[in-house]
């Protein structure tokens, strides 16, 4: 459904990625994993819109995605969990949920199905759903940003970071129900992510990043045992 070929960002005179080959399957979870600066990010800026690539394509659905706008390709499916658990803090869980499904014009019966679904995933929300978003644990806030993108029904969701702050217990939870949703939705997911273990641990398959390029792909479990990639290319160790 994803496919990325010689996709090539620069910002000015720096170049972030140079020449990657991607692809997601439907229904699948792929990681994407490296260091900090090693142009995961830009590879999910250049998916959803937020960058243009200099070179290469994005095809999503048979479709060459790489010159339009991130609303266009929002609409076609593609939604995003940025890092940083975003949420409008003066507005209540359910307000945040909603605005989910709002800016992409899907209002009434629809909308209330994927609020139920969403309730369902994470019932934490349901219990919080008339606090301040800003009330929310680190945690209860990630899920409220993924709950959030699923209110779009998308097709493929990217996520950055997801671990990003929250303690082993919250990564765990939030990478279960990661793994159920895209399995009861056919959802595909490509999963930005320095915790290595957790995303392994959901993922078919990894990609490994450094310096802006793919340096090593395999199988989630492939990855996850050759330590001495984990030190190289991504300084973890078991």
């Known amino acids: 459904m994803l496919e990325l070929r ?5 910002y000015g005179a720096v170049a972030a ?5 991607l692809d997601c399957a439907r229904g699948e979870v792929v990681a994407l994993l490296g260091a900090n600066g090693a142009g995961k990010s830009s590879v999910v800026k250049a998916i959803n819109g937020l960058v243009r690539p200099i070179g290469g394509t994005v095809v999503w659905d048979g479709r060459a995605v790489h010159d339009w706008s991130p609303d266009r390709i929002a609409r076609a499916g593609i939604v995003s969990v940025p890092e940083g658990r975003e949420v ?11 605005l989910g499904s709002y800016r992409l014009g899907r209002r009434g019966a629809g909308d209330r199905a994927a609020l139920d679904q969403v309730l369902d995933y994470y019932p934490v929300l349901a219990a919080r ?7 929310l644990s680190g945690g209860e806030q990630q899920m409220l940003v993924i709950g959030r993108a699923l209110m ?7 996520l ?3 671990s990003l702050g929250l303690a082993p217990k919250i990564v765990a939870e939030v990478y279960a129900t ?3 949703v895209c399995r009861d939705l056919d959802l595909t997911a490509l999963v930005v992510e320095q915790d290595i ?3 392994l641990s959901v993922a078919a398959r990894a990609h490994v990043m450094e310096a802006g390029r793919i340096r090593v792909s395999g199988s989630a479990a492939e990855i996850g045992d050759d330590e001495s990639l984990r030190e190289i290319y991504l300084g973890a160790r078991s």
């Open 152 to 158: 779009a029904r998308p097709e493929l969701l990217l």
């Open 160 to 162: 950055d970071e997801p």
């Open 129 to 135: 759903s008339g606090q301040a978003a800003r009330t």
């Open 197 to 199: 273990s957790a995303v």
């Open 178 to 180: 990661l793994r159920q």
């Open 88 to 98: 409008f803090g003066g507005l209540t869980v359910a307000e945040n949920l909603q």
């Open 6 to 10: 010689e996709v090539t960002v620069s």
């Open 17 to 21: 990625v140079g020449g990657v080959d």
